[in-house]
């Protein structure tokens, strides 16, 4: 009898342990492949997160470049605004992509 209730609770414990991990696996709200998704986000997050930094790193020393100068601040308008003075006139040559030739 003794053996056959060890028996019992062995194997209770055993497809319990199973049912809880099969659960845990695939339904629970962190099941795997919502971890596996989150992670692979969570990966490209971190990819923007540097090229933005670059990013900001250009703009910045842009910037300082362009507020140091009065003849430097109005090249910058004029390039990258088209920004003119009134008595002139601004052509833009363009491409077959109608994209601009400097940029």
Known sequence: MFQKLLHFLRNFYV???LVLLVWMTFFDANDLPSQAQNWWKLR?????????????????TERREVLGNDKLREKFAREKYLMKKPTEDVF???DEQNEPLEK
């Open 92 to 94: 833009v040559i363009v």
């Open 44 to 60: 490209e997050l971190e990819s923007d997160v540097k090229y933005y930094q670059t990013k900001i790193k250009a703009v910045q």
């Open 15 to 17: 497809a319990t342990g």
